[in-house]
């Protein structure tokens, strides 16, 4: 790529939307240029530490400026489907913090807007593709050495109960743990088996989060069905008394990995004198900015990006069959988007 060539990113929303701004330039054909953030003292405090940036408390701006190709979207979730659809109708190449939107049908409006636009570029922060941890797991699993996949339990262990039950999160009527945290195990799941979730059946509860603001459930734990006949349990807690993680067992025919909060290991043999051996690969060991540089390059490029749209959309599908199963009660089909 031509050194000379330079392609303008634009960020909304400031909080993990300032770690963007180093991702994008990991890049050097990218600048991001305009920053848009609707409080006053967030933009001064980013200032402080990015003062060469174009500064607006109004996304609009961002998303009419002709000279910025890219856009992330990092605001709060309950706006991320407005500004979606007006990017895609700038032409813009979104990436956008997980979840992408938060109702079924906005999903397929954004799905059939992209559709007709396929030159745009759309990816997803679900950076755990990128733990290093996790890549390991996928080689293992890939290399056949697991055997043959049939049960995995991947939790989405928040740790940080007073952002559920205080700020934008406990403000939100409704806020989802599953859109904006089992997002991460949904897509862990499918990218490390490749496999196809068919059907969920789902609890909750909210007993962590009882008496405050917080409306939804905290925990939820769902059981998903797959093509193949594995069956994984995926949620998130809440509520969970210790510090943030992303608990995963994945149980093969010749062997079980087991991440745990102190050490991963990979158990070969079912006899208890045989030890397990030790996983050394960093987790999380990775930087909310780690897909960007490869997002620039996919766009320059006009390739998918390492987190494509089928992947984004696939792991939303499975959310939105939770979210229905763990409200009605009933099993539910995974519909996909
Ligand atoms: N990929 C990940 O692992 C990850 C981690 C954290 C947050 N997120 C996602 O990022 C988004 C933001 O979460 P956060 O933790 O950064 O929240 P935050 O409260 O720390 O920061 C959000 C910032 O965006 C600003 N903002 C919100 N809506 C805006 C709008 N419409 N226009 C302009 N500014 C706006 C707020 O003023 C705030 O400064 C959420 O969708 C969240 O789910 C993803």
Redesign the pocket.
Known sequence: MNGEVLIRAGI??????ERHISGYERHPNCRVTRL????DA?RADVATRHPDRSMT???DEILDDPDIEIVS?????Q??YE?VMRAIDAGKHLFV???LVLQEDHAHEVRAALRAKPHLRIS????LRRCPRFLWLRKEIRSGRMGRLFNIDAEYQYGRIH?LIS??RGELPGYSLVM?GAV?MADLVIWLTGDRPVEVTAFGNRIATEGSAFRNFDLVRALVRFESGLVASIGCNGGCVHPHFHRLEVHGTEATFVNGLESAFVYRSRDPGVRPEPITEAYPGVD?GDLLEDFVDAVLHGREPEVGQDAVFDALSLCFAIERAVHSGQPEPVRPI
Do not use: M, R, T
């Open positions: 909304i929303g400031l909080g993990v939307g848009a953030d609707f409080s967030k408390a109004s996304a979207i990092a605001s709060y979730d706006h991320h500004q913090e997980k979840p997803s922060n679900l950076i952002k700020g934008w904006g991460h909310k």
